[in-house]
């Protein structure tokens, strides 16, 4: 069973930027559709990001041109390189493939307030 790890959350304010990181186990990677997901507390778990195994990438409109998905096969991790954040992007943040599995990790909390 493929293992996920997320890192890289933490607090920051309004305008500022956080590079998340997942780290997955297993040989096959390279093989997978990735995406990064969020989840407030009470809400749907929503898909923010993915990115396909040739590298194309697609966004949620809420973060188009904020958010910037990339994947390093080499290193088996996905990233996900968030600017201009704001304080509606305050979530636990997973990475999955696309579609995903009931195998998730532990998630990574991302908190933006003044």
């Known amino acids: 069973q493929v293992q996920l790890v997320e890192s890289g959350g933490g607090w920051v304010q309004p305008g500022g930027s956080l590079r998340l990181s997942c780290a997955a186990s297993?040989?096959?990677?390279?093989?997978?559709?990735w995406g990064w997901y969020r989840q407030v507390p009470g809400n749907q778990r929503e898909l923010v990001a993915r990115?396909?195994?040739?590298?194309?990438?697609n966004y949620a409109d809420s973060v188009k041109g904020r958010f910037t998905i990339s994947r390093d096969n080499a290193k088996n991790t996905v990233y996900l390189q968030m600017n201009s954040l704001k304080p509606e992007d305050t979530a636990v943040y997973y990475c999955?493939?696309?579609?995903?599995?009931?195998?998730w990790g532990q998630g990574t909390q991302v908190t933006v307030s003044v």
């Open positions: 999955n493939t696309f579609p995903w599995t009931p195998n």
């Open positions: 297993g040989n096959s990677f390279r093989d997978y559709t």
């Open positions: 990115i396909y195994v040739r590298g194309s990438t």
